[in-house]
Each structure stands twice: as C-alpha cells, then as structure tokens.
T-cell receptor, first 111, second 112 residues
Framework: GDSVTQMEGPVTLSEEAFLTINCTYT??????LFWYVQYPGEGLQLLLK?????DKGSNKGFEATYRKETTSFHLEKGSVQVSDSAVYFC??????????FGQGTELSVKP | GAGVSQSPRYKVAKRGQDVALRCDPI?????LFWYQQALGQGPEFLTY????????KSGLPSDRFFAERPEGSVSTLKIQRTQQEDSAVYLC??????????FGPGTRLTVT
C-alpha cells in the first residue's frame, strides 16, 4: 500500500541555517503531496502542497518540489528562524481521499 | 465557524468506560475524516464521511470504535470499553472542494 518515509529527527539548527527535511513516498497512482506543520500546543496546519509531478509548493519561505522520478518531496528553507521550531509531517493523498502521513520530523532552531 | 472544532480537548477515562468525541467541521464542507495520532507518530486514518455517508471505515482498529455523522455536519467518534492502547490524540479534519484537509485541535484521550 501507499506509504511515506521521512528523515528521523530531531533536527537541531542554528538560526539562519539552511533546512532540508527529506521525504520519499510509495504510491500506486499519482498522489497529491503535502507538508503539514504542528507548532507546540497547536493543531496540524497545512504548510504547502503539490498536486502533480514537477509542481513546486511554497509558503512562508518553505519550498518542496514533487519529484516523480525519485518519488520525493523534500522540504527546504533557506534561512530558518526560532519560530520555525515545530514538528513537520509529509503526507500524500490519492484523489482527495485519506491522508497518509510520515512519522514526523521535529525541528528545533536555536538563537 | 472559522475552523474545525473538537470537544472535549482532553478526556481521561477509566479502562472499560465508553467515550464520545465530537467534531464540528467547517460549515459547508462535505468530507470529514477522523485520524488517530499516537505519541511521537504521524496521524493514522480511521474513517471518512461524505455528507452523512460513511464511505470508508477501514482504519477503525476494532469493533469497539464507531463513528457517525447523521445530518452530514457534526460527527461523533465513539469508543466502547476503552483500553489503554486507545490512549492517543484523535484528530478530525474537514475537506472542501480544493482537496485540502483542515484539522481541528484534537482530543487527547488518556485511558487509565
């Protein structure tokens, strides 16, 4: 069945460092791909999405490109801030159905 | 309302008790999903409604779990005879036409 694998955390970075969180997926069809973020004490929020191959999703300085050839959707940000500290989840959905999530990657950004 | 709401936010139940968790989706959203999130893990799908019809309940872990959405709006997830392994955060999400799912804050269930 479909699945999502993320790099394990926690990831600890200094402010203004470059961030990459790896995400790869297995799917039988052509899924939509998502990154969700969970800030401390808050619910899951959609960060960005891409619905087809080579699409780039972006929001709040974060980017991810849907790579069908490598079945990947890595999350990147050029310069992280302390306020980016959160847990990040990669997820896929086939035809707008249920989301299948990775296990989450905790990011901690130090001043 | 402005977003998805869930109640209660926290629930402590003794093993063997029944619990009911409520979800109020975004007004007008046709689709509603329930997920279970264990500590340190990603959410896992439980069940899905389109209006009042439960179209997929393949993720419900046992027949002690039951969900309903009788009028196609508010949904209730019921767990009968709770067990310790049911301790988790239960998330509700509603989905509009863009296929984006919007999550509520969750209900943290602790079974003692």
């Amino acid at each position: 069945g479909d699945s999502v694998t993320q790099m394990e955390g926690p990831v600890t970075l200094s402010e203004e460092a470059f961030l990459t969180i790896n995400c790869t997926y297995t799917a039988t069809g052509y899924p939509s791909l998502f990154w969700y973020v969970q800030y401390p004490g808050e619910g899951l929020q959609l960060l960005l999405k891409a619905t087809k191959a080579d699409d780039k999703g972006s929001n709040k300085g974060f980017e991810a490109t849907y790579r069908k050839e490598t079945t990947s959707f890595h999350l990147e940000k050029g310069s992280v801030q302390v306020s980016d500290s959160a847990v990040y989840f990669c997820a896929l959905s086939e035809q707008g159905g249920k989301l299948i999530f990775g296990q989450g990657t905790e990011l901690s950004v130090k001043p | 309302g402005a977003g998805v709401s869930q109640s209660p936010r926290y629930k402590v139940a003794k093993r063997g008790q029944d619990v009911a968790l409520r979800c109020d989706p975004i007004s007008g959203h046709v689709s509603l999903f329930w997920y279970q999130q264990a500590l340190g893990q990603g959410p896992e799908f439980l069940t899905y409604f389109q209006n009042e019809a439960q179209l997929d309940k393949s993720g419900l872990p046992s027949d002690r779990f039951f969900a309903e959405r009788p009028e196609g709006s508010v949904s209730t997830l019921k767990i009968q005879r709770t067990q310790q392994e049911d301790s988790a955060v239960y998330l509700c999400a509603s989905q509009g036409g863009s296929y984006e799912q919007y999550f509520g804050p969750g209900t943290r269930l602790t079974v003692t």
